[in-house]
């Protein structure tokens, strides 16, 4: 009786996050606020729907009470951060927040199947992260004067970077991070979002070539840092963003073929230097071949995707736990083999979504800073941009009501011999006061 349930609400679950997804889109067709509105209560409904259905199903297969004290956790915290946002924000974009939260339930399913203490535990990080999401836009709001700190954010960076070269652990052939009090933490993570201040910082006060110098220099520095730490994936993220800033602040193709080539020789000389970039590169060309010298991970990963097929095995139907720091590293891979390859696919499609919304959010920006830097929509310039909104569709109004009379007056037939006898009146008057004048 458990299997027949498990499949069939593997079947429910797919139809709802298919359902949820379409929502995504759909709703940037729609100008009214009420239907808006219904479509972001329907995504509401089918995430809470779908959470319920994944831990009754976890539930029944494990007999543990711990899950369901978990799921009701969760749900505190899904419905209350989606009621606090509301209240705090009231125009804060529903779609993101309803994507967040969705993309929180759908973590916390696939890590409660897979290890219920990580579970926990990243229920804890969420809260705090959440409760941080919910202070921050107002620090922003009343800070005025974080686009000064340029400086600062710099210092950050680098210190932070520098700290785990020399106190830092070697994971995995690279230096990510170091434990404190037994919670491991990785700076990088922080740093990233810093470089991004420092460099929107750093371009809203200047873009002239000079400056431009100085902020690649210190950008390059960063990379460096974590080449000499063997992150090399973080010292890729942040080479790609700085790319993408410098292009967005200039407009200058030129900065980014020069960036392209030189990011290309690096790539070289770090093949060449670092044994473990070599063989990442062996195991992405030919993850099979590669088996058992460093592509175990990756074949296992892909392995679980061709086993869970389009509709994915069910809730512990499959075997995750074969694919190493699955929870970790390969979470998708987990995913796609029990819930299948059309649920992962919505997954992505929901992120693209969020993607979409960011930059739609960040084109009705002016100020430079939180263009390039922030992508978080401050209250006063939401109030000016509905304002100017208010202001357009008033104007269109006003011209179609002018359009309107004009069409009704030019059909009107009394009007229109009204105005041709005034029209040779004053051209009769026009002649006798001719003929006054001779």
């Known amino acids: 009786m458990v299997n027949i349930i498990v499949q069939l609400s593997k079947y429910l679950m797919i139809l709802m996050i298919t359902v949820y997804t379409y929502l995504c889109f759909s709703i940037f067709g729609y100008y009214d606020p009420d ?20 831990f009754l199903v976890m539930y029944l297969e494990k007999k543990d009470t711990k899950i369901l004290a978990l799921y009701l956790m969760q749900v505190t915290l899904l419905g209350g951060t989606i009621l606090l946002y509301s209240f705090i ?30 579970a926990a535990k ?4 969420a809260a705090a992260g959440i409760v941080l999401c919910l202070v921050i836009p107002i620090i922003i709001r009343k800070a005025r004067f974080l686009p000064e700190w340029r400086i600062l954010y710099g210092i950050i960076g680098i210190v932070s970077l520098a700290v785990v070269v020399v106190v830092g652990k070697v994971s995995y052939g690279a230096m990510l991070g170091f434990t404190v009090a037994g919670i491991n933490i990785q700076p990088s993570e922080l740093v990233k979002i810093v470089f991004v201040f420092f460099v929107a910082s750093s371009f809203k006060r200047s873009t002239e070539f000079k400056d431009i110098v100085v902020t690649t220099a210190v950008a390059a520095f960063h990379v460096l840092i974590l080449v000499a730490s063997k992150d090399l994936g973080a010292a890729l993220i942040i080479f790609v963003v700085y790319l993408v800033m410098l292009y967005v602040a200039t407009h200058q193709p030129l900065y980014i073929l020069a ?29 099979f071949g590669t088996y058992d010298k460093g592509g175990y991970q990756v074949a296992q990963s892909l392995f679980a995707i ?15 736990d074969t694919i190493p720091v699955s929870a970790e590293d390969f979470i998708f891979s987990a995913i796609s083999e029990e819930m299948g390859l059309i649920y992962a696919m919505c997954l992505i499609l929901i992120c693209v979504s969020c993607y979409v919304m960011f930059l739609n959010i960040a084109m009705q920006l002016h100020n430079l800073f939180y263009k390039m830097g922030l992508y978080i929509l401050r209250e006063d310039e939401e109030e000016d941009i509905e304002r100017r909104k208010k202001e357009r569709l008033r104007a269109k109004r006003s011209r179609q009501e002018s359009v309107a009379g004009y069409r009704e007056a030019e059909y009107d037939p009394q009007r229109a011999k009204r105005s041709q006898k005034a029209r040779k009146e004053a051209a009769q008057g026009k002649a006798r006061k001719k003929q006054r004048v001779r």
Request: proline share 3%.
């Open 35 to 54: 239907k808006k509105k219904r479509c972001l209560r329907k995504q509401n409904v089918l995430m809470f729907v779908m959470h319920l259905t994944a």
């Open 89 to 118: 924000y009231p125009k804060v974009s529903r779609l993101v927040v309803n994507n967040m939260c969705m993309l929180l339930s759908i973590g916390f399913i696939m890590i409660t199947r897979l290890n219920y203490d990580k």
């Open 122 to 125: 990243q229920y804890l990080i």
């Open 259 to 287: 960036g392209l080539g030189a990011g290309s020789a690096g790539a070289v000389v770090a093949y060449h230097l670092f044994t473990h970039v070599k063989t990442r590169v062996n195991v992405w060309r030919d993850p």
């Open 306 to 320: 061709g086993t869970g097929g389009w509709f994915g095995a069910g809730l512990y139907q499959g075997q995750p």
